[in-house]
């Protein structure tokens, strides 16, 4: 699982004080106490937003304070409420504070408070008696809370790079987004999973994750078998990526789908694209080797790149997201493999 962690410092405003103030009008020398109260002081909010996929902004904005009220005004004005703060957060997002789980952000557009503004003081307008018709008493704003909030956001990737060792999984990664992972010439580079946003559009974007290379046998633990499967089980589409080159695709992408199968047969049901890669070894002029791929690209010369990216978008479209099958704690220890890798992998 993708894990992704943040703390923010959030504090609401403090109320507006109330006023002591007398109405003083022409003809009128006595005029009563017209105090205003002071106004509530912001609150700060958290906001389920789906257009958002990661807490790394929070590494450089992490204070969020809302606005105190104001002081009453005079004529029984109360005074202006603070402005609340918005602070919007990836849908799936876990907010503890010192006592522990304080929300789950799990629909989108779900809204939090999580630090309540002070209620404003009283005007002096409250304290007439009547004994005193001139009363020189307000009482003061209450304070606002604040709070320091840990952020945590266990990730589902909405596309999973399915593919041999070596395939150029990575490779495409780094094209399509501004991830920066290791791209080498030999198998099992990628130990972990690596996640890339991309955006279709300046106001959209979807989580492409770059998984450890399949190799036959993977579901017996082969490899960094399980390091893989437990991972693609949180992709909404899987995206085949076969190695033109290699002698022989088809039978590539039968051996990645018997694996698939084997884990969970249900991963078979979900969206996918099949792709061939590195076109650009491919003798020019030649067609390339037939099968069951709609689409062919390569990342070193970026062919096929913009079209890769809409066709994946509008198969995002209608893809459900799936039930996860199994938690990480309910799989069996990958041999060798966790030794490679600890539990939960930080994201960072
Ligand atoms: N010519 C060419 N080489 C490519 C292309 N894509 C990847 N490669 C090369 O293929 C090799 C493997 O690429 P990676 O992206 O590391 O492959 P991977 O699928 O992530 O491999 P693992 O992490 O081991 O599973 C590297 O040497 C890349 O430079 C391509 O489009 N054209
Ligand atoms: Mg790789």
Known sequence: MFV????????????????????????RPLGGPDGGDGGTGGSVYLVADPQLHTLMDFRHKFD??????????????????????????PVGTQIYSEQGLLADLSEADQRICVA??????????????????????????????EHNLLLEL?????????????????????????????????PFTTLSPNLGIVRPTEYSSFVLADLPGLIEGASDGKGLGYEFLRHVERTRVLLFLLDCTSPDPKADLKVLK????????????????????????????????????????????????????????????????????REPDELPEAPGAASVQPEEDEWD
């Open 64 to 89: 969020f304070s809302a606005e105190d009220g104001a002081m009453g005004g005079r004529k029984n004005c109360t005074g202006r409420d603070g402005k609340d703060v918005e602070v919007r957060l």
């Open 258 to 325: 018997a694996e698939l199968k084997s884990w969970n047969p249900d991963l078979l049901k979900r969206p996918t694209l099949v792709v061939l890669s590195k076109t650009d070894m491919w003798p020019e002029g030649e067609k390339l080797p037939k099968g069951p791929w709609k689409h062919s690209i390569s990342s070193a010369t970026s062919t096929g790149i913009e079209e890769l990216i809409e066709k994946l978008w509008k198969l995002l479209e209608d893809a459900p997201v799936p039930r996860v099958f």
């Open 154 to 186: 266990r990730l589902m990737a909405d596309v999973g790079l399915v593919g041999l060792p070596n395939a150029g999984k990575s490779t495409l990664l780094s094209v399509l987004t501004a991830a920066r992972p290791k791209i080498a010439p030999y």
């Open 116 to 145: 309540e503004g002070g209620k404003g003081g009283k005007g002096n307008q409250h304290f007439t008696t009547s004994r005193n018709q001139a009363p020189r008493k307000a009482t003061p704003g209450k304070p606002g809370q």
């Open 4 to 27: 992704d962690r943040a703390t923010i410092h959030v504090k609401s405003g403090k109320g507006g004080d109330g006023r002591v103030s007398f109405l003083r009008e022409a003809f």
